[in-house]
């Protein structure tokens, strides 16, 4: 796991170099709106790229997390099915519903049933390396997201430009993010980690919950701002010194909720005196989003390496998909 963190930024070059070679049909049909399909580390993605793009795109954008998909989806849905392995059921079961509405179809996978059937019904579709566990291979899914919009005119550009600037900004703060990434999993040891974000950063905040819970073994959860401060809130009573707040904090997020962000510290303050504030760094959103992944990424494999687990491994998901294969 460790060297495919590293590897962080050489797979989003070899996804953005590997766009020069894509060969993808034009769509005749009207698209009115998009459904992206996929779930854990093939869906985190989607929901990363939809709140990317919400400000200039035009197009509404749902992502779908569940085996059955929405009413609305007809042949005038664009329904992109991402799966690393190609084998997720979830996936497969809402490519056939889509296919059934006579959506336009797309897919992004490294093979198994979904590269087949898109090579059989001639579906556009990315193929992407294989071999890496979906979470760690989020630098070569992610860019094809991008590329795929763009080529069905979702979203005005590819993006290539912010995710070049991206692999030099990591590249050169490399040092600098593991050595805050040290700092904050020494924070995080043995806590409950409570991650909040403004809400245009939820998907990043996501990743880094589902990076803890896969990498680090470890439960916690996340909110967004404001909405946190219409429930959530009224949940902090009790001093709790297990409890560690994370804050993601972005230049770019709402004025009021930069306010907002400081009432709530003095809150958490009476309960925990764990509260640490991540800042991103990057000029625009998508360079944010990235630095604050790669981050998180280090973050959850040295809390791994400090309780002496191993990050890899993920057998309570594998015994639940080989109880569901036998029913």
């Given at each position: 796991m460790?060297?495919?963190?590293?590897?962080?930024?050489?797979?989003?070059?070899?996804?953005?170099?590997?766009?020069?070679?894509?060969?993808?049909?034009?769509?005749?049909?009207?698209?009115?709106?998009?459904?992206?399909?996929?779930?854990?580390?093939?869906?985190?993605?989607?929901?990363?790229?939809?709140?990317?793009?919400?400000?200039?795109?035009?197009?509404?954008?749902?992502?779908?997390?569940?085996?059955?998909?929405?009413?609305?989806?007809?042949?005038?849905?664009?329904?992109?099915?991402c799966?690393?392995?190609?084998?997720t059921?979830?996936?497969?079961?809402?490519?056939?519903?889509?296919?059934?509405?006579?959506?336009?179809?797309?897919?992004?996978?490294?093979?198994?049933?979904?590269?087949?059937?898109?090579?059989?019904?001639?579906?556009?579709?990315?193929?992407?390396?294989?071999?890496?566990?979906?979470?760690?291979?989020?630098?070569?899914?992610?860019?094809?997201?991008?590329?795929?919009?763009?080529?069905?005119?979702?979203?005005?550009?590819?993006?290539?430009?912010?995710?070049?600037?991206?692999?030099?900004?990591?590249?050169?703060?490399?040092?600098?993010?593991?050595?805050?990434?040290?700092?904050i999993?020494?924070?995080?040891?043995?806590?409950?980690?409570?991650?909040?974000?403004?809400?245009?950063?939820e998907?990043?905040?996501?990743?880094?919950?589902?990076?803890?819970?896969?990498?680090?073994?470890?439960?916690?959860?996340?909110?967004?701002i404001?909405?946190?401060?219409?429930?959530?809130?009224?949940?902090?009573?009790?001093?709790?010194?297990?409890?560690?707040?994370?804050?993601?904090?972005?230049?770019?997020?709402?004025?009021?909720?930069?306010?907002r962000?400081?009432?709530?510290?003095?809150v958490?303050?009476?309960?925990?005196?764990?509260?640490?504030?991540?800042?991103?760094?990057?000029?625009?959103?998508?360079?944010?989003?990235?630095y604050?992944?790669?981050?998180?990424?280090?973050?959850?494999?040295?809390?791994?390496?400090?309780?002496?687990?191993?990050?890899?491994?993920?057998?309570v998901?594998?015994?639940?998909?080989?109880?569901?294969?036998?029913?």
């Amino acid at each position: 796991m460790k060297n495919l963190i590293e590897d962080f930024t050489k797979h989003i070059q070899h996804a953005i170099t590997s766009a020069n070679n894509l060969s993808l049909n034009p769509c005749s049909k009207k698209i009115d709106n998009v459904l992206i399909c996929g779930l854990g580390g093939s869906g985190i993605g989607a929901t990363i790229i939809a709140q990317i793009v919400a400000p200039t795109c035009s197009y509404p954008i749902l992502v779908n997390k569940d085996y059955k998909i929405p009413a609305f989806v007809n042949e005038n849905t664009l329904v992109v099915v991402c799966s690393y392995s190609g084998n997720t059921e979830e996936s497969i079961e809402m490519l056939v519903l889509a296919e059934q509405q006579n959506a336009i179809i797309t897919c992004i996978t490294s093979g198994g049933k979904l590269a087949e059937i898109a090579q059989e019904k001639k579906y556009n579709h990315i193929m992407i390396p294989g071999g890496h566990p979906p979470r760690a291979a989020f630098g070569l899914a992610f860019p094809p997201l991008f590329q795929l919009l763009a080529h069905y005119n979702i979203i005005e550009k590819n993006y290539r430009d912010e995710f070049e600037s991206a692999i030099k900004l990591i590249n050169n703060e490399e040092a600098n993010i593991i050595l805050e990434a040290k700092n904050i999993a020494d924070k995080l040891i043995n806590k409950i980690p409570i991650i909040y974000a403004e809400a245009n950063y939820e998907g990043v905040a996501i990743r880094f919950r589902q990076q803890i819970n896969e990498n680090s073994k470890m439960l916690c959860w996340h909110h967004v701002i404001p909405e946190m401060n219409h429930n959530e809130l009224v949940g902090w009573t009790t001093k709790d010194e297990d409890l560690a707040v994370v804050i993601f904090r972005n230049e770019d997020d709402y004025f009021r909720n930069q306010k907002r962000i400081e009432v709530n510290k003095t809150v958490f303050s009476n309960y925990t005196s764990t509260i640490i504030e991540i800042h991103s760094k990057g000029n625009t959103r998508l360079e944010r989003a990235l630095y604050l992944i790669h981050l998180g990424d280090w973050v959850s494999y040295l809390i791994a390496e400090q309780k002496g687990i191993d990050v890899t491994e993920v057998n309570v998901i594998t015994n639940l998909k080989n109880a569901l294969a036998k029913i």
